[in-house]
């Protein structure tokens, strides 16, 4: 199998982005708009600073934050993972993996926003692969 790289996995992918002043209640109503489950935070245009999530809405909340005046910038995973158009799409399933993400930026080399993935973008036989990759490291302990 033919390995896919990011770059062709967010071709002509619009991501949701927002500036660090946004606010949490912008990025909810956002989202929910988008039916997306994360913001991709960006200055001068589209340098990616950060990632807002459905969690991180969740724990602003559960911190009994204003989201109407919370600011995202205030509220955001600061530089998170991210990956390369020329990487593979298991490379990005291992880092969300190992990490525990649901959402991975992509970026170019000088971090501007090429788009984004989430656990649920990814074929069968990725999938298929990444598992028997684990079973196999499991073997070498």
């Known amino acids: 199998m033919q390995q896919r790289k990011m770059g062709d996995l967010v071709r002509d992918q619009r991501p949701l982005v927002l500036p660090p002043d946004a606010t949490v209640q912008e990025a909810c109503a956002a989202m929910h708009w988008r039916r997306v489950g994360a913001v991709l935070v960006v200055e001068d245009g589209e340098r990616l600073r950060g ?3 459905g969690r991180d809405a ?5 911190d009994r934050r ?7 910038g205030d509220v955001m995973t600061c530089e998170p ?5 020329e990487d593979s799409v298991i490379d990005a399933m ?7 993400f649901r959402h991975l930026p992509v970026t170019s080399e000088d971090g501007r926003v090429v788009g984004i993935v989430s656990r649920y973008d990814f074929r069968g036989a990725e999938h298929a692969r990444d598992h028997e990759d684990i079973k196999y ?3 070498l302990r």
């Open 51 to 53: 990632i807002f999530t």
């Open 58 to 62: 969740v724990r602003c909340l559960a």
């Open 66 to 72: 204003d989201p109407a005046r919370t600011r995202l």
């Open 81 to 85: 993972s991210c990956l390369r158009p």
């Open 94 to 100: 291992r880092i969300l993996r190992d990490g525990g």
């Open 137 to 139: 490291s499991e073997v």
